[in-house]
């Protein structure tokens, strides 16, 4: 499947992080509203699909994208930082085709902020006297404009597109309905295909959080995650679906020799409830082919 690029332009700042799980929730309740007729088609793909119906990355800062995890880190004058490790794509397309093994990296172009809210009193239904409490939020760095999404479909990208379209008009995940994750969709799909093919390619490297597959490769380098997901507001009686152990963005793993790297990897995790019994969470890989030295990958 060819790889394709669409920008969105954050207005604000966001509750919600840009991932894939939670993209692939605020598609599929507008893909229910605006396709009703194919969404239970499209369900059903990730439940029984040898290929699923389409493949999201984690949103990216303008053309960065995340350090492989077989690539050193360079900081200035030795200093210590964090993940997440953003790069630019010229210096990711030099470390997938394994012309180079360190890279500078950015690591604040997504800050980290907070916002002071009032509470509301349960009885009287207005702001509660005195009783106040923050929120974290996030938000791109001043020199930072837009988020890049990468997607894979072979037949549903304009849908996928008009999802998210029809998603700007309410603002992406928690606190959206008192403006929190406001965005616009900015252009058209732009075609990638630099992400898909690379001349002897041994390994992948992801593009999201994700959730491996039992078949996955299982020689690699990466990070874990826990995240807590819940379902849409009052969608299920119970809205939290307790913990997802996830491998992180830039993990990489070796391709069994003899093998080329598919267009996706990963697993959806069944989650039914008595209000949706075919409710699945998005644990999908986006994987970019890349050539890991041998040297390197011992």
Not at 89 to 109: D, H, Y
Not at 173 to 189: A, H, N, P, R, Y
Not at 258 to 266: E, Q
Request: charged share 15%; aromatic share 12%; proline share 9%.
């Amino acid at each position: 499947m060819t790889t394709w690029r669409l920008r969105l332009r954050p207005k604000g700042s966001w509750v919600t992080p840009w991932r894939s799980d939670s993209l692939f929730g605020a598609i599929c309740w507008r893909w229910l509203e605006l396709f009703p007729e194919s969404f239970e088609e499209m369900l059903n793909g990730f439940h029984e699909s040898a290929s699923p119906p389409f493949c999201l990355s984690d949103a990216w800062p303008d053309n960065l994208l995340p350090l492989p995890a077989n690539a050193q880190p360079e900081t200035a004058y030795g200093k210590k930082v964090k993940p997440p490790f953003y790069v630019t794509e010229l210096t990711f397309g030099n470390l997938i085709r394994g012309v180079a093994s360190t890279a500078a990296v950015l690591t604040n172009a997504v800050q980290a902020s907070s916002r002071l809210r009032t509470s509301i009193d349960r009885e009287l239904g207005t702001a509660a006297d005195g009783q106040l409490f923050e929120i974290d939020t996030q938000h791109l760095a001043p020199s930072f404009n837009y988020l890049s999404i990468y997607l894979r479909s072979e037949h549903h990208l304009q849908n996928v597109v008009a999802c998210l379209k029809a998603q700007s008009f309410s603002g992406f995940g928690k606190k959206s309905s008192s403006g929190m994750g406001e965005f616009e969709v900015v252009g058209s799909l732009e075609k990638c295909e630099w992400l898909d093919q690379q001349p002897e390619a041994n390994a992948w490297v992801s593009l999201n959080h994700f959730v491996p597959a039992e078949t996955d490769p299982t020689g690699g380098i990466w990070r874990t995650h826990v995240t807590y997901p819940k379902f849409h507001g009052n969608s299920a009686s119970n809205v939290f679906k307790g913990s997802i152990l996830m491998l992180t963005p830039g993990s990489v793993f070796r391709i069994p020799p003899g093998n080329a790297p598919k267009s996706w990897y990963g697993s959806m995790i069944p989650m039914p409830t008595p209000e949706m019994p075919k409710a699945l969470h998005y644990g999908l890989c986006f994987p970019v082919p890349l050539v890991w030295p041998l040297k390197d990958a011992s």
